[in-house]
C-alpha cells in the first residue's frame, strides 16, 4: 500500500538555521507528492508540489525540495529560518487508486529566537 | 480551480447527538472525500463520497457512525452520529486531482 513517512515528530532549529522536513514515500509509480503548512488554529496551505515536471520544486515562503527518485525522498527545506515558519507540516502523496491524498503524521517545526 | 465552502466552523455538541457537516463546491466535481484530524495528529481519510452511489469507507470508519450524502456534483455531507468526547476533531471536506487539491476550511467539533 502506499504510504509516507514523516522522520521527526518534532524539529528545532534556531532562527537563521537551515530547515529540513523529511520525506519518504513508497510507491511503485511515480508520485505525484504535496507539502503543506497548517499554523495554530488554521487550515491546509499549500507550499509546494511535484508532478513529475522538475525535480526541484520553489514553493511559497522560500521553502523547496527535491524529489530523489533513488532514495523515495521528498525533503523540504528552507536556507534560513524565520519565527513566522513556526507551524505543523505535512507532506502528502496523491494515492491514484482512490484519487485522495495520503499524508504523514506531520512534523512540528519550533523556531528559536 | 476549485472553491469549498464547508459549515459549520465549529461546533460544540452534547455526547450522544450527531452533526452534519455540509461541503459546497463551486463546481461540479466528481471526487469528494472526508478527513478527520485529531488534536495533534494527521489527516486520516474517512471515505470517499460518491455521487449516485453509496460512499467508500476507509477501514476503522464505518456508515452507522459517519453516514454522508452526495446528492448531486457539487455537494455533500457527512454526520457524525451518536457522538462522543473521542469523536473531538477537525473535519475537512476535499476535492482534486493528482495536481491539484482544494479543501474546506474545517469544522472544528468538540464533543462535552
Known amino acids: 500500500a502506499q504510504s509516507v513517512t514523516q522522520l521527526g515528530s518534532h524539529v528545532s532549529v534556531s532562527e537563521g538555521a537551515l530547515v529540513l522536513l523529511r520525506c519518504n514515500y513508497s510507491?511503485?509509480?511515480?508520485?505525484?507528492l504535496f507539502w503543506y503548512v497548517q499554523y495554530p488554529n488554521q487550515g491546509l496551505q499549500l507550499l509546494l508540489k511535484?508532478?513529475?515536471?522538475?525535480?526541484l520544486v520553489k514553493g511559497i515562503n522560500g521553502f523547496e525540495a527535491e524529489f530523489k527518485k533513488s532514495e523515495t525522498s521528498f525533503h523540504l527545506t528552507k536556507p534560513s529560518a524565520h519565527m513566522s515558519d513556526a507551524a505543523e507540516y505535512f507532506c502528502?502523496?496523491?494515492?491514484?487508486?482512490?484519487?485522495?491524498?495520503?499524508f504523514g503524521k506531520g512534523t512540528k517545526l519550533s523556531v528559536k529566537p | 480551480s476549485a472553491v469549498i465552502s464547508q459549515k459549520p466552523s465549529r461546533d460544540i455538541c452534547q455526547r450522544g447527538t450527531s452533526l452534519t457537516i455540509q461541503c459546497q463546491v463551486d463546481?461540479?466535481?466528481?471526487?469528494m472525500f472526508w478527513y478527520r484530524q485529531q488534536p495533534g495528529q494527521s489527516l486520516t481519510l474517512i471515505a470517499t463520497?460518491?455521487?449516485?452511489?453509496?460512499?467508500?469507507?476507509e477501514s476503522g470508519f464505518v456508515i452507522d457512525k459517519f453516514p454522508i450524502s452526495r446528492p448531486n456534483l457539487t455537494f455533500s455531507t457527512l454526520t457524525v452520529s451518536n457522538m462522543s468526547p473521542e469523536d473531538s476533531s477537525i473535519y475537512l471536506c476535499?476535492?482534486?486531482?493528482?495536481?491539484?487539491?482544494?479543501f474546506g476550511q474545517g469544522t472544528r467539533l468538540t464533543v462535552v
Open positions: 510507491s511503485s509509480v511515480p508520485p505525484y
Open positions: 476535499n476535492t482534486g486531482s493528482n495536481t491539484e487539491a482544494f
Open positions: 463520497a460518491n455521487q449516485g452511489s453509496e460512499a467508500t469507507y
Open positions: 502528502a502523496a496523491y494515492r491514484r487508486s482512490q484519487g485522495n491524498l495520503i
Open positions: 463546481s461540479q466535481v466528481t471526487m
Open positions: 511535484y508532478t513529475s515536471a522538475a525535480t
